[in-house]
Structures are given as structure tokens and as C-alpha cells.
């Protein structure tokens, strides 16, 4: 048996290959066999959700003794059978996935699709189009209008962040199959990153990352920790989500909604007492220095995120910043598309309101921030994130 790995999964993969070349192009059929107790039964359920997962997914394919078939690939059909011999603590998935093929990393380019508008502001603000694809990336290709670059220091290497994007463009770029997963956005959960969505997330115990941004959930002293990779360390500080003066102590669900290497969605869910809910869905995206939410609760009332130790932040246009550098040298930032009242701990508070946008991270360099990292270029960025979808495009 021999290892495939296709984008964050790895499997256990047989020696035959199937392949079929039609009018549409070629596709292959791969299939294999995961057991336990070679690997743990956890470690199999999720093979099992990984598989069926990545159907409709563009991902890099990566053979351990076949390497010539090394490419991008989108996974057309995904099947598996699970047997389960609990009294013998035997258990194992067969799996089938047919692949469509694009070509090897020298003959196809990533087009990185960035759709919709800015959002919609009460200041007036057209905000800055900005992109990041892998660390790795080259060639990145925009027509006669290039924009400018800037790097980031993440877990996985520096990435390139592109700023200034031209209008109604969709970048190209090149990728080796090894590179296309580094600084990408990412779930974990109980130990294990996820592929798809189909997967369930222990409530109190999952992990959004990009290698530049980290967001947990807490059950003691705060609703989420957001830390920042910088200095070569993970640096991290404690924000309370609050509706109406109650803070959010403990999430009760959990669910992944987006779950691509460009970007990663996860909503929580929380009961109110007597009755309703509150629901924050959190999105991080590759290359970015900032966790965006979307606060929400039934009735019209007070929604506000702050931080659990107070920090001292000045009042600009859409955003709060802390005054001065913390120890780690950075300046914890949070902001907003509409209205808001800063909040006396370091924050956002709207009232009236059954929902709130916001964006909250540190400004990486505090008051030595490079172009780029400065506080009105995270707010101008929150602004205009785009919406992105991958396709690979044959040069």
C-alpha cells in the first residue's frame, strides 16, 4: 500500500489506477481501504467524512509512488462503505473517488475568482481589494494593471499579500502541488484539521487558523481567544461576544459552514434565556490579519465584543485601536462596516440593532506598522474582502 494525498487528505491507496479519456477530458478512478486498528476509529470517521468531503473540491493530488499523475484534479464522485465489527474492535471504510483531471502543476494556472462588492458602509468608504494565494505562489498575473505586494510572516513561510487589486479581475497565478496548502485557512477540531463540511465540531474544542490568525473558543473568562502570529509566537488576548449585558460563556454548538484552503466559516450557536438565540459566524480567510464576524439575535437590542481585559483604544472612522503598543508590541484593533459605540473595555457595541458586523485582530508592529499592517489598511481590507472561489485554468 502506498499514500495519496489529495489537498488535506491522506489515504491509503491501492496500486491500480483507472483512467478514462472522454470528450469532456480525463478522469481517473482511485479507491482504497482504511482500517482499524491500523489507525484509531477516530482517525477512521474522519477519513470517512474526509472522503465524502471532498466531492466538488479542486485540490492538489500528491502520489507517494506515482508521481507522474502529481496535479490538480476536481473530485467529480465520492463514495465509501463503512464496516464496523465492534466486538472484535475491527473496523474499516472502502472508498472510490473518480477525479477529473487539469494537468500537472507546469501546465495549468489557479484563477482565483473574487466575486461581489464592498460592503455596503456608513462611512463612505470604498475600502482596498486585496488577495493572498499560497505561500509559494508565483507568476501571479492581473493584466496590464499590477497591483502592489506586501509579505506576512505566517506558521507556514511568508506569504504575499496583493493590494490595490484592478477591478472586475480575476488574478492568475502558479502553484507546485506541494505549495498549495501552505498558509491556507484551516479547521481543527479534537486533534484533527477537517476536510468539508460534513464534519462535527466538539463545541468546546475546535481551532480556526491561516498561520497569521488563531481563534479558539473558551469556557472560562471570555467567549473566544483570538491570537496573532507575530514575533515567531502566537500572542493572544481574550474578547467577550455579549448580547444585551450577558456575556457568552460557553458555545453550544458549532458548525462548519465553508471549509476551503482560501477560506473557512464556522458558526456558533447560543441559547438565550427564557427564550431565543444568539449566532456568531466567524470567517477567516487566507493571507489575512483579522477574524471577521457576524453577530446576530432575534429581537432588536444591544450586541456588543469587547475585550476581557480592558485595554485603553482611541475612536476612529469604523474602527477602535488601542492607543499604544502592548508588550508583544502590537495594538489590538476591532471595527465595523456600520454605526457603532465604542465600548469602555476595547471594543464594539451597537444598540437598537439585531445585528452587527465586525473585524478584530492586532495591528501587527503597533505604531511601526509596515504599509499594509497599519490600522486603516485592516479596515480598509475588512471592507473589501471579496468573496473567493479557485479554478484551475490550463495555460
Known sequence: MSTLQLGRLTLRETMTVSETVRDAGRTLTVHGKEVTPLISRTELLERLEGVLGLRGSLVPAIWEEKSERNGYYTITDASADYTDRFRQSIAWVTWKLTLARHGGDTDVDLESRLSGAVRANDFSLAGERWHAPPVGAYGYYTGSTSPSTMTRATTDGAITVYRALPANTSPRWGCAVEDYL??????????????????????????????????????????????????????????????????????????????????????????????????????????????????????????????????????????????????????????????????????????????????????????????????????????????????????
Not at 477540531?189 to 463545541?203: Q, Y
Not at 460563556?249 to 465553508?258: F, G, K, N, Y
Not at 482611541?314 to 471595527?335: E, P
Open 182 to 395: 501552505r498558509g491556507r485557512a484551516r479547521i481543527l477540531s479534537s486533534g484533527f484539521e477537517r476536510v468539508g463540511t460534513g464534519s462535527t465540531l466538539a463545541t468546546d474544542n475546535w481551532e480556526l487558523s491561516n498561520g497569521l490568525v488563531r481563534v479558539r473558543p473558551l469556557t472560562v473568562g471570555g467567549s473566544l481567544e483570538v491570537a496573532a502570529f507575530t514575533g515567531s509566537a502566537w500572542r493572544p488576548k481574550t474578547w467577550w461576544a455579549d448580547v444585551g449585558g450577558t456575556q457568552i460563556s460557553r458555545w453550544e454548538s458549532a458548525t462548519v459552514l465553508r471549509n476551503d484552503p482560501e477560506q473557512v466559516i464556522v458558526r456558533l450557536v447560543e441559547s438565550r434565556s427564557p427564550v431565543g438565540r444568539a449566532v456568531l459566524d466567524l470567517t477567516l480567510r487566507r493571507g489575512s490579519r483579522f477574524v471577521e464576524g457576524y453577530f446576530q439575535r432575534g429581537d432588536s437590542g444591544t450586541l456588543s465584543v469587547y475585550l476581557a481585559t480592558a485595554e485603553t483604544m482611541t475612536d476612529s472612522t469604523s474602527y477602535v485601536v488601542r492607543s499604544t503598543d502592548d508588550a508583544n508590541g502590537n495594538r489590538a484593533i476591532a471595527g465595523s462596516a456600520r454605526n457603532f459605540d465604542p465600548h469602555a473595555s476595547g471594543g464594539l457595541t451597537r444598540t437598537a440593532a439585531t445585528a452587527m458586523d465586525f473585524f478584530v485582530g492586532v495591528v501587527a508592529g503597533g505604531g511601526s506598522a509596515v504599509s499594509g499592517d497599519q490600522a486603516t489598511n485592516l479596515r480598509d481590507q475588512y471592507l473589501a474582502a471579496l468573496p473567493e472561489t479557485t479554478a484551475a485554468i490550463r495555460r
